[in-house]
């Protein structure tokens, strides 16, 4: 590891006011994911600023039934808050089914979203990645991309996004809040994170000097009846090599409302709008689910080692859907 300066800043001006006077100095929250880039040099920053100590660690409701959830909030304690756990299952099935909980105590919100890529070739120095060091090549798209992307994909990357929350987030439909040196803005969550294509290296639209401060959901009573569900080689500590969050709207059989994201196959957290569309008004039935599945697959691209992904991917909807809306036929 290199030498670098640390500060704490105690409120967000002194956070914003110390990243816009140092290009190369980063926030810090949990740690848990810089610091281990720091480790093997992949990002460099001159100064961290630690940003635990702000007042961002609250898990509001608001006046219209949103959900406001700092940027601080810990990823256990997302995962146990009671409303969460009532409100929007998948979103505390999705926390639960990262990591490990020494992990999960520590890791924040806002560091879960800004987390980077686990390609294997992202983390060895000795190999071309043009998400590392871009125009270098990528070392992934001949070689073992069995955790690879099917989604989203490009000449120049085909690295997952590796967040199981960020699954539940874009199915939720979840808003971004930031404060920078020019006032406060908000991003959609499905405008947040980048597909790679030309420009692996730039994986959301967040800009030099911009704190996040908290996400909101907003209120969405049939998210109550909603799953996340996760495969993956290990049944801890692993990453996803498919997964689905799912919530559905049924009255008399007859579904009203769907919502669908996957993760483990797409470059950025993937929303599947036109798969939901396409179950409105039907029976909650094995074979809509199945047709919906091949809906939000349909654009699917395998690589070498990665071919199983499709199948997987159709199996990890249908199960999620039928968790929820039952198997009717
Ligand atoms: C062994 C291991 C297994 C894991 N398994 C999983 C898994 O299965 N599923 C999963 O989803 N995750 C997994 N993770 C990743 C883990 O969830 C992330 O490391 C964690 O969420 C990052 O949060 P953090 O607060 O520690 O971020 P940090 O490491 O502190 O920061 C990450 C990035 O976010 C930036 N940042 C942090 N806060 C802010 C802010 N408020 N505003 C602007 N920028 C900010 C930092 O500058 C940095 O660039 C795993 C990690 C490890 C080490
Ligand atoms: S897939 Fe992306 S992160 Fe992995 S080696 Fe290729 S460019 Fe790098």
Redesign the pocket.
């Known amino acids: 590891m290199y030498p670098f300066t640390y500060i704490k800043a105690k409120t967000n001006k002194e956070a914003i006011t110390a990243i816009g006077s140092n290009s190369n100095a980063?926030?810090?929250?949990?740690?848990?994911?810089?610091?281990?880039l720091m480790k093997m040099n992949i990002?460099m920053p001159q100064q961290l600023i630690d940003?635990t100590s702000l007042d961002?660690k609250k898990i509001e409701t608001l006046p219209n039934g949103n959900i406001k959830i700092g940027?601080?909030v810990r990823?256990s304690d997302l995962a146990y808050d009671e409303t969460i756990m009532q409100k929007f299952p998948m979103l505390s099935k999705a926390l639960l089914?990262?990591?490990?909980p020494q992990?999960?105590n520590?890791?924040?919100t806002?560091?879960?979203?800004?987390?980077?890529t686990r390609c294997s070739y992202f983390y060895d120095t000795a190999m071309p990645c043009n998400k590392r060091e871009p125009g270098s090549g990528c070392s992934a798209i001949k070689g073992y991309n069995r955790m690879h992307a099917i989604l989203g994909t490009s000449d120049k990357c085909i690295a997952t996004h590796?967040?199981?929350?960020?699954v539940a987030m874009a199915a939720l439909d979840a808003i971004i809040h930031i404060e920078s040196a020019n006032g406060e803005r908000t991003i959609n969550f499905l405008d947040f994170h980048l597909v790679p294509g030309d420009t692996p290296e730039k994986e959301n639209v967040?800009q030099p000097g911009?704190?996040?401060?908290a996400v909101e959901i907003p209120a969405l009573p049939f998210a109550s009846n909603s799953t996340y569900i996760k495969v993956?080689d290990r049944h801890s500590?692993?990453?996803?090599l498919t997964s689905a969050a799912v919530a559905l709207e049924i009255n008399d059989g007859i579904i009203q409302n769907a919502r669908i994201a996957l993760g483990g196959v797409g470059t950025k957290p993937w929303r599947c709008k036109e798969a939901e569309q396409s179950l409105i008004n039907k029976k909650a039935t094995a074979d809509n689910f199945s047709a919906a599945a091949d809906i939000a697959l349909k654009d699917v691209k395998t690589f070498q080692y990665n071919a199983f992904k499709p199948k997987l991917a159709k199996q990890t909807i249908i199960s999620a859907l039928q968790t929820i809306g039952g198997n009717n036929g």
């Open positions: 980063k926030f810090i929250g949990g740690g848990t994911n810089l610091i281990d990002e940003i961002l940027a601080l990823n089914a990262g990591a490990s992990l999960r520590m890791a924040t806002a560091g879960n979203i800004l987390q980077r590796p967040s199981d929350m960020c967040l911009e704190l996040i401060t993956r500590y692993e990453f996803a």
